[in-house]
């Protein structure tokens, strides 16, 4: 036998846990920024992903909200898409069995109007097989029901954790919405009502104006800021929720390169997602799995572990 | 992602470029009514890439030189009008569906306002070796004034069939480019008859109205707010009606930019 064995006896430094979910390396896509994962397939190998999380799921399609639906505005952009998706039914038939053919995690974000639909998402994915944890989206600041507005408000968070958990046996990631006085009371209501780890910063609610027309930039009037511009925010939230929680925190919000993916993991992230940088390059995703391997390399860290929430004050 | 490196970038009008790219050979030969995503390399400017439409490409062993007509709109274009030649821009695509050929219909009619120009110029030319013989074309081109007449170049020497409508009647008819349909498409055929058009959302409407009771199909190219280009922000959404007629979301980027006219929901608009 000539195999070489190397490659399977030496786990790669960049593997993390979340929960009960094992990941090859801390970088997923966020939801909303990739699509069902297919529409960046002629650009990013998925396999190497850490994982993808598909755009928010509800129990039946929704058109989202009319255009104009973004605005790019100073280091970032602003966007009130609505939650437009083709539903849980129509993911599972039409989405998931292409995504199933890759050896990366797939992650649903799930979204309600109601506490029951929320649960009813949930069900309906877990049974379907394929998905391996469930993010639930109490912070979408761009729906008139639902979303945010369970978000904002501990008590909320905590009901629809437990529901969730109580329907499934997936591991379950709160994500949390930065339009909040105290982001680590609503941190810790979600790991005290059983979540498996939560995820922030959703985006910055916004706007932006027309000085010609006096008209709102975006059909909604308000949206959500995403980018570079909210990076700062999301790494102080990070870093409070992580000193205030022991369930694993992703940092999300504005991540360009492996470097500001960094920033997240010292300041106690223990995994990231990048969202607006795939519109701006399709292939930031690898490029900061890339560059966080040669961090590594280039400190001899030889474990995610030894680098999450190192930050020295 | 390709990088590319500009050739020329001409100032054409008050506010309009025409702008060449040198592009590695691997880049795939565009269809009219394509787009690419296009950004600065070194940008110090805005995050997002900006949607421009091809004008022309040409390829050869060695290289691929795509061209853009643009105006500035914006910071995003106005950072692309500055730059100069040598300079590095980053370029995905080519994206979207563009015009279908529909080879029976032999009687194709050509419109474009402003910036529409661009795409409707590329297809003239991808369909002028089958101008003559049984095939016809015919090209109207309006804008607000002469001066933003732009691009018209490649089609004056094609054998085609010009005609220009001018806001402000400083060249060709006064009055919209939609006005000069009814002459243009009177006594035609439905049946052989295709009309392909790119230009401002309200030029494009007013021709969805004007063709409703004629019964000729036409294509046409629309513009919305991008930042992904490939169909996964859903911030390009326009409301359609599938062949159920059921109205849909579609993404511009991706099942278009180029839809059925009839198929819009000019009233969702």
Redesign the interface.
Same mark, same amino acid.
Do not use: D, L
């Given at each position: 036998m000539t195999t070489n064995h190397k490659v399977h006896d030496t786990p790669s430094k960049l593997t993390v846990e979340i929960g009960s979910l094992k990941l090859k390396n801390p970088v997923m896509t966020a939801s $909303? &920024?990739? $699509?069902y994962g297919e529409?960046?397939a @002629?650009?990013v190998d998925l396999d190497r992903l850490g994982a993808i999380i598909v755009?928010g799921l509800s129990l039946k399609p929704r %058109? $989202?909200n009319?255009?104009? %639906?973004?605005?790019?505005t100073p280091? $970032?952009?602003l966007?009130a898409?609505g939650l437009?998706n083709v539903g849980v039914k129509s993911f599972i038939r039409d989405k998931l069995p292409y995504l199933r053919q890759f050896a990366t995690a797939i992650i649903a974000n799930v979204y309600g109007e109601t506490i029951e639909e929320y649960l009813r998402v949930c069900e309906i994915l877990t049974a379907a097989g394929g998905v391996h944890a469930l993010e639930i989206n109490v912070s979408c600041p761009n729906v008139k029901k639902g979303g945010v507005a369970f978000g904002t408000d501990p008590d909320m968070i905590a009901e629809v954790t437990a529901g969730v958990k109580g329907v499934t046996d997936l591991p379950v990631i709160v994500k949390l919405s930065p339009n909040v006085t105290d982001i680590a009371a609503m941190a810790k209501a979600a790991e005290a009502a059983g979540a498996d780890a939560v995820s922030l910063i959703n985006t910055i609610t916004g706007m932006s104006v027309d000085v010609e027309k006096r008209i709102p930039h975006l059909k909604n009037i308000t949206g959500g800021l995403s980018?570079?511009a909210i990076k700062p925010i999301a790494l102080r939230m990070v870093w409070q929720a992580a000193s205030q929680v022991h369930i694993p925190v992703i940092g999300v919000g504005g991540i360009m390169s492996a470097a500001d993916a960094l920033e997240f993991f010292i300041v106690g992230a223990r995994a990231i997602q990048v969202g &607006?940088a795939?519109?701006?390059? @399709? %292939?930031a995703t690898i490029n900061i799995i890339e560059g966080i391997e040669a961090y590594m390399k280039r400190h001899n860290i030889d474990e995610m572990d030894s680098l999450v929430g190192t930050l020295r004050i | 992602m390709c990088t590319g490196r500009i050739t020329f970038n001409n100032q054409l009008g008050p506010h309009h470029l025409h702008m060449a790219v040198r592009l590695p050979v691997k880049f795939p030969d565009p269809i009219p009514g394509q787009f690419v995503m296009i950004r600065p390399t070194r940008n110090a400017g805005p995050l997002l890439s900006r949607p421009l439409s091809i004008y022309n490409y040409e390829r050869d062993q060695n290289q691929v030189i795509l061209e853009f007509l643009y105006r500035v709109v914006g910071r995003g274009t106005e950072l692309l009008s500055q730059l100069t030649p040598a300079a590095e821009v980053n370029i995905l695509g080519p994206l979207g569906r563009g015009f279908r050929i529909e080879k029976t219909r032999s009687h194709r009619i050509l419109l474009a306002g402003g910036m529409g120009v661009a795409p409707i110029s590329f297809l003239a030319h991808y369909l002028k070796g089958q101008v003559g013989g049984k095939h016809e074309l015919k090209i109207c081109l309006g804008a607000k004034s002469c001066a933003e007449i732009i691009g018209i170049e490649r089609i004056k020497v094609m054998q085609g069939f010009l005609n220009i409508a001018t806001d402000d009647g400083s060249m060709g008819s006064c009055g919209p480019v939609t006005d000069l349909l009814p002459n243009i498409t009177q006594g035609c055929d439905p049946r052989k008859t295709i009309i392909y058009a790119c230009g401002p959302m309200a030029m494009l409407k007013t021709l969805a109205e004007q063709l409703a009771p004629t019964g000729i199909p036409c294509q046409a190219s629309i513009e919305e707010r991008m930042a992904c280009g490939v169909g996964a922000c859903l911030g390009c959404a326009v409301a359609v009606k599938n062949r159920r007629k059921e109205i849909e979301q579609k993404s511009v980027c991706k099942d278009g930019p180029v839809f059925n006219i009839e198929d819009i929901c000019w009233d969702q608009l």
């Open positions: $909303g &920024t990739f $699509g529409e960046y @002629p650009y755009k %058109r $989202g009319s255009s104009p %639906r973004i605005m790019e280091a $970032g952009m966007n898409i437009q980018g570079p &607006t795939n519109f701006v390059e @399709p %292939r | -």
